[in-house]
């Protein structure tokens, strides 16, 4: 069946290092996948996506690599600041734009 | 910058009352979207929604749930009769396109 879900349920570090937030996915036939940050209060918000034809893709202070052999993806913020606290899901986007969200990790950023 | 916007924020409502959360769509868009995320739950994908007609629904989106343009903007999702386990944030999501999504900023839906 469909399913996506992450690894870890929690993550702290320390302002200025970098997270990395993981995510694995179940269906290898699965060609499009999205991060999203959601902020207490509000709706998830867009950061990166990825299609299945690239490993990597950088974004400002972000980077997703997606890894198809093992069917994970991951979430990469540089230099984490206190505003990058909240929780992140990755998503699953199927040819009609519907979403599988995976479970979500909240990042909890030390100053 | 354009925004999708949701009313209410907050609804609260008796078990088998009928609800209906509104959302008004940045402008232009085509593709609308509806998800519920229980609380300390994931988000669920219920239904999307273009050219006027459902495009997917989930099994969540069952006969108690529908959704329509009314006026060719807002964008609406009705529960005919509410229970206790519908008590969830619901969010809009719209798209200029099939795989682009902005979403609202969610409305808080308490069945008591």
């Known amino acids: 069946g469909e399913s996506v879900g992450l690894h870890l349920p929690t993550l702290s570090v320390q302002e200025g290092d970098n997270s990395i937030i993981n995510c694995a996915y179940s269906?290898?036939?699965?060609?499009?996948f999205i991060w999203y940050k959601q902020e207490s209060g509000k709706g998830p918000q867009f950061i990166i996506d990825?299609?299945?034809?690239?490993d990597k893709r950088q974004g400002q202070r972000v980077t997703v690599l997606l890894n198809k052999t093992v069917k994970h993806l991951s979430l990469q913020i540089a230099a984490t600041q206190p505003g990058d606290s909240a929780v992140y899901f990755c998503?699953?986007?199927?040819?009609?734009?519907?979403?599988?969200f995976g479970q979500g990790t909240e990042l909890s950023v030390k100053p | 910058e354009p925004e999708v916007t949701q009313t209410p924020s907050h609804q609260v409502t008796q078990m088998g009352q009928e609800v209906i959360l509104r959302c008004v769509p940045i402008?232009?868009?085509?593709?609308f979207y509806w998800y519920r995320q229980i609380l300390g739950q994931k988000v669920e994908f219920l239904v999307s929604?273009?050219?006027?007609?459902?495009?997917?629904k989930s099994e969540i989106f069952d006969d108690q749930f529908s959704v329509e343009r009314p006026d060719g903007s807002n964008f609406t999702l009705k529960i005919r009769s509410t229970k206790l386990e519908d008590s969830a944030m619901y969010f809009c999501?719209?798209?200029?396109?099939?795989?682009?999504?902005?979403f609202g900023p969610g409305t808080r839906l308490t069945v008591l």
């Open positions: 998503a699953e986007c199927n040819q009609g734009g519907k979403l599988i």
């Open positions: 269906n290898s036939a699965s060609d499009y």
């Open positions: 990825i299609r299945s034809n690239m």
């Open positions: 402008s232009n868009h085509l593709y």
């Open positions: 929604f273009y050219n006027n007609e459902i495009s997917e």
């Open positions: 999501a719209t798209g200029l396109a099939s795989r682009e999504q902005f």
